[in-house]
T-cell receptor, first 114, second 115 residues
Framework: KAGVTQTPRYLIKTRGQQVTLSCSPI?????VSWYQQTPGQGLQFLFE???????NKGNFPGRFSGRQFSNSRSEMNVSTLELGDSALYLC?????????????FGPGTRLTVL | AQSVTQLDSQVPVFEEAPVELRCNYS??????LFWYVQYPNQGLQLLLK??????LVESINGFEAEFNKSQTSFHLRKPSVHISDTAEYFC?????????????FGSGTRLLVRP
């Protein structure tokens, strides 16, 4: 069974640009969550999608957005990039939405903003 | 809101020595607790989890963690570490958010195993 895949793996952008990251969950998983990982703030929850609906959103500005498609693939978009957006963005998928369910993480997309 | 504290940012240890990575959480209600491991340039992998029942949970590669409700702790231990255990370890708790749940992570502990 293929794991969670994220594309691209590495990305370099300049301030003011926008970026779109993609995540393909494990087949059959309907929940996709996104996390931002930085050395200073650690792992922070961005948002979660289930059946094409955003169910929860973390404490991030509106420049961060996402969506989920009918095949459960998800994208996240960051507009008007800032230097502080440089981070590893991790996507995780889960079969359902139980608190005890295991989240399976992808390898991440490392975004560098210059 | 719940929080997770990992007091040790880095733990150096010699190969074959025992190790304990500490984790404390803030919630006073029923919790689901997890330990994830992150190897360099990779995503997170679930190491073990506590849902209910026995307070001692084990992973397939020799790690174990003990849930201690009175001390609100979920420390991770291994009696004898290998070089390959060098990685960053994250403790996490599941928190309810509206209609679903999210993971709240600690700041991570970097385990450095030396020969």
């Amino acid at each position: 069974k293929a794991g969670v895949t994220q594309t691209p793996r590495y990305l370099i952008k300049t301030r003011g640009q926008q970026v779109t990251l993609s995540c393909s969950p494990i087949s059959g998983h309907r929940s996709v969550s996104w996390y931002q990982q930085t050395p200073g703030q650690g792992l922070q929850f961005l948002f979660e999608y289930f059946s094409e609906t955003q169910r929860n959103k973390g404490n991030f500005p509106g420049r961060f957005s996402g969506r989920q498609f009918s095949n459960s693939r998800s994208e996240m978009n960051v507009s008007t990039l800032e230097l502080g957006d440089s981070a590893l963005y991790l996507c995780a998928s889960q079969i359902g939405t139980t608190p005890s369910g295991e989240q399976f993480f992808g390898p991440g997309t490392r975004l560098t903003v210059l | 809101a719940q929080s997770v504290t990992q007091l040790d940012s880095q733990v150096p240890v010699f190969e074959e020595a025992p190790v304990e990575l500490r984790c404390n959480y803030s919630s006073s209600v029923s919790v689901y607790l997890f330990w994830y491991v992150q190897y360099p340039n990779q995503g997170l992998q679930l190491l073990l989890k506590y849902l209910s029942g026995s307070t001692l949970v084990e992973s397939i590669n020799g790690f174990e963690a003990e849930f201690n409700k009175s001390q609100t702790s979920f420390h991770l231990r291994k009696p004898s570490v290998h070089i390959s255990d060098t990685a960053e370890y994250f403790c996490a708790v599941s928190e309810r958010m509206d209609s679903s749940y999210k993971l709240i992570f600690g700041s991570g502990t970097r385990l450095l195993v030396r020969p």
